[in-house]
Each structure stands twice: as C-alpha cells, then as structure tokens.
DNA sequence: TCCTCCATGTTTACAGGGAAAACTTTTCTG
DNA sequence: CAGAAAAGTTTTCCCTGTAAACATGGAGGA
C-alpha cells in the first residue's frame, strides 16, 4: 500500500506470499490451528483469494508438510557433507539434524507427521516423504555393505532407526528430555543405545 | 427415546454419557475433529449441555486422552501378568501390548500424544501419562537390577526405550510396516534391535 | 409438608470460520 | 483485437464454539 507502484490487482505470486505467512504462523504459534480467513488477511488479500491457490486448508497444510520433508531431507544431506569417516557418525549426524530440525521448527514437524497431512492424499507429499526417508535406508545400506552394521532386513532396521529418530525428535521438541531428567546429551545416548544394536560387534563407547 | 419410561429432564450422568459419546465417534472416525454439538446431538442432549461438563471442547478432548493412558496402563500391566521369565521378555510383551493399543485404537493414541490434549493444562492428564510412563521405568530398573540390562543412566534407556515403542506404534498404526517391505513380524525385529542395545551382553536371536 | 436453592438442562444469541457462487479485473493467446 | 482463462473480490450459506438467560426438578431445611 505505497512504495512508488502500487500493488497491482494480481498479487504476482500469492501461492508463494500464502505458504510464507502460514509457515510464518505455524512456526509462531507451533500450531496450524490459524485459520485461512487469517493467513488471507496477513497477506493483505480478501478471505476468498487462498481458494483459487488451494482447494480447501487441509491442501493448504500438506502443501506445507511437503516443504517440510524437503526442507528436513535438505538438512539430513548437509550434515552429512563433512565426510565424516565411520557409517556410525553418518547415521549418528543424520539422527541428530532430524532432532534438531525437529527442535527448531516444532510446529511443522507436527504437521509433518500429523493426519492432517494425509499423505494418501497427495502424491507429491508421499514422494516427499518417501525421499527424506531414503535418505536413512540409503546410510543404512551404506553401513551395511561396509560391514560396520549387522546384515539384517534392511527394512527392519530402517523401522526401528526411524521410530527411534522420530520418537526421540517428538520427546526433544516436547522438552521430554532435560538434562536432569536423563544426563548430558540424552539424544547421543539413546542413539548410542540403538546403534550398539544395529552394530556388528564391538561396543566401544562410540 | 421410548421404551416404557421417557428420558427425565436430568440425564443420570450426562458426563459419562458424552465421554462414551466422544470416544466411539473417536474410535469411528480416528479423529478428533467431530463437533461438540454433534456429540451432543448423538447423546440427545442439547448443543449447549456439554458446557455443564467441561470447560470447552479441549477440556473433553483430555479426559479422552487421560482414559487412553489409563487404558494403556492397564494394557501393558496386563500384558505383564503371566509372569514371564526373562526382563527381556517382560520388557517386550509391555512394548507389544502399546504397539497393539496404538493398532487398536488409533484415535485415541494420536489424541492422548497430540497437542490438543495439553498434558499442562490438566494435572489429572499429566499424572495418568505419568503413571503409564512408569511401567516402562519399573521394568527397566528391574532388567538392570537382575543384572540383564546394562547398568547406565535409567532415564537415558527410558528416552531410548520410550522412544522407540511410541515410534514403532505410530509406523504400525499407519500401516507403515506392512510385511512385504519389512518382514514378517517388524514390531518384534525393532524391539530386538532396541533389546540388543539395551542387554547387558548377550546377542543370542530371542 | 412445602418452599426454596442449585445443579443440570434448554433456548437464544453472537462472532467467527470454511467453502461455494457470482461478479470483476487483468493477462494471455490466437 | 476479441475473448477466454486466471486470479481477485464480494456476497452468501451453513456450521461451529461459546456465553447468557431461562427452565426444571430433586434434595434439604423451615
């Protein structure tokens, strides 16, 4: 409302402008509970104007879940980038980004994982998920074939190292995990826990 | 609405009326998003009777949640009772029968672990999850004390432990671990996982 | 016994919200 | 340059949560 132009009558990208005033919300109020007349009106469009970008809000939040697990793979991958040596430091590092990330935008991690995301729902959310998600398979197979992890069922190991991660993620972002509670670094800990029984043998302290 | 008597003006107990109401919509639906006044409309109340019973929607939405932890209370400890031998397989049948609570009843799970059923916001609720939290301690410190489990930190392998049930429960009851991507019984393959880090030395199959 | 109080219901009222429909203004395209 | 499609806006509908005011009937004291 200002500056030299105006805004003209189409707002240029409003399907960007509204994902970015919801994820602004989600990440404020760590709740998608806002409603979309709100986002609309923060965005300085009327009420109606979201429904030509999304058909209803719930297509609205999976669009934003599926940001999320692009985001969350983003960040797995780059804290792996350093090359760390063993596929134990691999893994341990990708656990620790998906906590982190978990810690830092609760909010859509919820969303992530909630039923309000249905991922049967959309395909593009699916296909989002399921990447993040190989990225664990993929270090699992690495640690595998380099002979540090046991050669069980992959899936197997893949269903327990992702209930751990995500469980561990829900319980740090809950503040279920103070120091007092449960030591210094309870995520290494539990993680260190999980690895000894993904491990080949030696049980080293990491 | 007939049989030889009609309903009197006070209900009985109203109260119970719509927490029954509420979890069979919630075990119909596995969602919390029904209307209190559809609550109210099914138990044949009117739309504003609830009001006498609970402060709002979410005040009902947490005595939901506190009967779920409760339940699951009973679940496990139930599970417990014929007096299996090892720690290990105490430990195990506790994580099958939350696993199985979670299949069985999936609404109420998600609900009993959304946000909507603010543990802070009701003592009663924080001290059901509470109680139901410790079964798993007390068998941790059992399978230490017996010499069966390593002997670091309890609350460490309580995170580690709690961590990994509350993750395979939510894979399992979104049908994420069917038996052709993870074999034929991934619960139980998770849990030796966890079991392997957790056992004091000893990696025998079970 | 009867009267009055209070818990428990009901009706009414209101401020929103989600979503559809109909209308308007740009922009794109042949 | 016409006219269709896209992207906004306004209007409208029905529904929800919740508060307030009113009604009812059972329990306890005069």
Not at 8 to 32: N, S, V
Not at 79 to 92: T, W
Not at 166 to 193: C, F, I, S, Y
Request: glycine share 6%; charged share 20%.
């Amino acid at each position: 409302m200002s500056d030299t132009k105006q805004r003209p009558y189409h707002h240029g990208d409003l399907h960007r402008a509204l994902i970015d005033t919801a994820l602004a919300m989600l990440a404020a109020d760590q709740t998608w509970a806002f409603t979309l007349r709100e986002v609309a009106r923060r965005t300085g469009v009327s009420h109606a104007a979201p429904y030509k970008h999304f058909r209803d809000k719930e297509a609205l939040l999976r669009e934003l879940a599926r940001i999320g697990f692009v985001r969350l793979g983003q960040a797995m991958e780059t804290a792996l980038f350093p090359g760390l040596p063993s596929s134990r430091e691999k893994f341990v590092a990708a656990a620790q980004a998906c906590i982190a990330f978990a810690c830092h935008s609760p909010g859509l991690y919820r969303l992530m994982f909630s039923a309000d995301a249905d991922k049967a729902a959309d395909p593009r959310l699916h296909e989002a998920a399921m990447a993040t998600f190989g990225v664990l398979l993929r270090l699992l197979q690495e640690g595998q074939q380099d002979g540090r992890f046991r050669a069980v069922s992959i899936t197997a190991q893949a269903a327990a190292s992702w209930a751990q991660v995500h469980g561990l993620a829900m319980l740090a972002m809950n503040g279920q995990l103070l120091e007092e509670k449960v030591g210094p670094d309870p995520v290494r800990a539990a993680l260190d826990v999980l690895m000894d029984g993904l491990s080949q043998s030696s049980r080293k302290g990491h």
